[in-house]
């Protein structure tokens, strides 16, 4: 699922640039998360159109302002402004402004070409990925990519589990491991095995297609 794409103004690169590796590592980590879960606590609104994309790593609150791209009709565009960082969730004044002047400075262009107008940089998710998690393929960008689907995954069971309104204990029960199994799911597939994530499925009535492939072989169970 992908319920927007975001673009990164120079000034927001610009920022990203100034943090340490392992924290624009999350910072970029959980707008991807943002995208493919639209989780009101990574991307919240503020007001004015305005809205923030949230991480908080060791005691520092990072933030990227940003606003929905409405030029065609959809809200599938977030484009990322600029960034700071504060020790508590208040927004400085000066920082929401700053954002919100950037706006018609954009929409002055056709955004289905902004990658193409010379007088505003930006960057798509993919290529700042590519800079500052790893190239497609390397050993940190697939570390990266697999923390991110178990991550997905784990939310996809949740909403499943409350649609279905059962507790983590009751999931649990059919499931046959206890409550707090469930919660690191939850959390993170990552910490469960293969044979527990099928139960879970099962428990929950998901169909289940499993394609595994080797070079031009492949088998396909369901």
């Known amino acids: 699922m992908q319920y927007f794409h975001t673009l990164f103004l120079e000034e927001a690169e610009k920022f990203l640039a100034t943090l340490a590796p392992n924290v624009v590592r999350k910072v970029i980590y959980h707008v991807d998360l943002a995208e493919k879960t639209n989780d009101p606590r990574l991307l919240k609104k503020l007001g004015n159109d305005i809205w923030k994309f949230r991480t908080n790593y060791s005691g520092d609150c990072i933030r990227l302002l940003a606003f929905?791209?409405?030029?065609?009709?959809?809200?599938?565009?977030?484009?990322?402004?600029?960034?700071?960082?504060?020790?508590?969730?208040?927004?400085?004044?000066?920082?929401?402004?700053?954002?919100?002047?950037?706006?018609?400075d954009i929409f002055s262009v056709n955004l289905n070409n902004i990658m193409e107008e010379p007088a505003i940089k930006s960057y798509t998710l993919a290529e700042m990925k590519d800079k500052y998690v790893g190239n497609v393929g390397s050993a940190e960008r697939e570390a990266y990519e697999y923390e991110l689907s178990m991550d997905v995954l784990g939310r996809m069971i949740k909403a499943a589990r409350q649609e279905q309104n059962l507790t983590q204990e009751q999931l649990g029960r059919l499931v046959g491991v206890q409550k707090a199994q469930i919660s690191k799911?939850?959390?993170?597939?990552?910490?469960?095995?293969?044979?527990?994530?099928?139960?879970?499925?099962?428990?929950?009535?998901?169909?289940?297609?499993?394609?595994?492939?080797?070079?031009?072989?492949?088998?396909?169970?369901?």
Do not use: C, M
């Open 185 to 222: 799911i939850e959390s993170s597939s990552n910490s469960a095995t293969i044979d527990t994530i099928v139960k879970v499925f099962r428990a929950l009535q998901a169909e289940l297609h499993f394609k595994v492939q080797f070079k031009n072989n492949y088998i396909q169970l369901q």
């Open 68 to 104: 929905w791209d409405k030029t065609d009709g959809k809200n599938t565009l977030v484009v990322a402004t600029n960034g700071f960082i504060k020790k508590t969730n208040r927004v400085p004044s000066r920082e929401i402004e700053k954002a919100s002047k950037s706006e018609p």
